[in-house]
């Protein structure tokens, strides 16, 4: 019998067609859409005269454009606006389901999907946005796609690709306290580097993964980009069935016990071979945080800046201020963010309220909370979360991307330093010559507390 991994079982399960040694014609089974990639889309078919093939598999949200301060208001800035009408007239025009903002199920794409259980194991699921691939945390193959492939799903619900390659990243054992997912993911690519997945669709297993909630396999497979690759996958067990059970869109009664009886057929076959493999240990990962300007330049909390004799090293440093051999601890920082779609679900945030009780807010810290969507938003203030952030002086705003990339109001100062959960801290990336170190959300709430980036390893009970 032929051995398959996860990735293999589900892409296969999936081909139209397949032309010899070429592409392959891959049918996608949800679409979900934003303001940003998607109008270009609309208006390619408008033009053409060719409607939407399958209305009913596309969901679209509100979310990077959007204020996170009085969003039941006016949105402020013009080209902003603009995006939101115009994805409510093609919404409205084509017949797909929007949750606008303000709507009890808007929120970031990649944060509103999963809870209302539209991601399910062993489907395909496209965005125009790279971030896609967090759904992967579920056993689907979820990747993000440019806005010529947009208008092909919105066209044919299918796409033409080459099947990527597979990788499998292995790590076992128990993780230390205070070592979170956001820690896991942030090490294997200061280890792999941001080119080792080119190329490839990269399954997480052993039992760092299967021990981890739905949340932290999102987190992981969120970043999985950062590492280069097309997308990542966790394969589904209890705790995927679990997450997924009674919720809005998720398959009910027997329809539901029909699934899970599929879902389990799903995991990687005894002996599959995989294109490239990794392996890691749990007990050497620490809590991470970046020092540059791409995720693969993480290290230790506690540890030395490396030495690098290459241009775009220096360059590197240069723009974030530091240098080689420095350390980062007692680094002063005036900005700390929690959200974007790799750090704004509820776990999140009962972990930053956790370690955040009881203490206050350093003074020279702006620290914004920004939950990942109204649900997230409910959650926060029904366990009593945000009271805790208000007694310390942070600021719960509304759901969205937020200060994750500078498309909104929410931008870091030039020159700034900002502890953030998000995934990329590219030159520019959360404002013009902002700093952005990244981080757990348990070390971005210490940060806001001490004013300063410490050794949270000391700190922990």
């Known amino acids: 019998m032929n051995k398959k991994t996860l990735f293999d079982k589900v892409w296969d399960s999936h081909v139209v067609s397949s032309i010899e040694n070429g592409p392959q014609i891959l049918y996608i089974d949800r679409h979900l859409i934003h303001e940003v990639t998607s109008p270009q889309a609309f208006n390619e078919l408008e033009n053409r005269g060719i409607p939407i093939f399958r209305p009913d598999q596309i969901i679209a949200t509100a979310d990077h454009n959007t204020p996170t301060l009085n969003q039941d208001q006016p949105i402020k800035d013009a080209l902003s606006r603009k995006q939101l009408e115009q994805l ?8 797909i389901t929007l949750y606008e903002l303000g709507h ?37 193959i979820a990747f993000g796609i440019g806005t010529s492939q947009v208008a092909q799903v919105f066209a044919s619900q299918c796409l033409l690709l080459k099947k990527p390659k597979s990788l499998r990243v292995t790590v076992n054992g128990k993780l230390k306290n205070g070592v979170l997912p956001k820690d896991v993911i942030l090490y294997i690519i200061s280890k792999l580097g941001t080119n080792a997945g080119t190329g490839y669709f990269c399954e997480y297993a052993g039992s760092v993964f299967e021990d981890m909630s739905m949340e932290g396999r999102m987190t992981v497979c969120n970043m999985s980009i950062e590492m280069g690759a097309r997308g990542g996958m966790i394969a589904p067990d209890q705790t995927t069935f679990d997450y997924i059970k009674g919720r809005k869109f998720s398959p009910k009664g027997e329809e539901f016990e029909k699934k899970v009886n599929y879902w389990k057929t799903l995991p990687t076959d005894e002996g599959a071979v995989f294109d490239n493999e990794y392996t890691f240990d749990a007990d050497d990962i620490e809590p991470m945080i970046t020092y540059g300007t791409n995720p693969g330049m993480g290290i230790k909390i506690t540890e030395t800046i490396p030495e690098e004799d290459n241009a775009s090293f220096k360059k590197s440093l240069n723009y974030m201020d530091f240098k080689a051999g420095e350390r980062l601890i007692d680094k002063p920082i005036n900005y700390v963010f929690i959200g974007s779609c790799t750090n704004s679900r509820i776990e999140d945030f009962r972990v930053a309220a956790n370690y955040i ?105």
């Open 88 to 95: 409510s007239e093609n919404c409205k025009k084509n017949n």
């Open 104 to 140: 009890k199920y808007n929120g970031i794409v990649h944060v509103m999907a999963p809870e209302l259980g539209i991601t399910q194991p062993g489907i395909t699921m496209v965005c125009g946005d790279s971030h896609t691939s967090t759904h992967g945390a579920f056993g689907a």
């Open 357 to 461: 009780k009881g203490k206050q807010k350093a003074d020279n810290v702006t620290a914004w909370l920004v939950p990942g969507s109204k649900q997230v938003e409910a959650q926060i203030i029904e366990e009593g979360l945000k009271a805790i952030f208000d007694e310390a002086g942070f600021e719960l705003r509304q759901p969205g991307c937020s200060a994750c990339l500078a498309m909104n109001d929410d931008k870091i100062p030039q020159g700034e330093y900002c502890v953030s959960t998000s995934n990329r801290n590219f030159e520019g990336r959360q404002g013009q010559g902002a700093r952005t170190i990244l981080a757990s959300p348990l070390v971005a709430a210490a940060t806001a507390v001490e004013g300063k980036i410490i050794d949270i390893t000391k700190h922990l009970n």
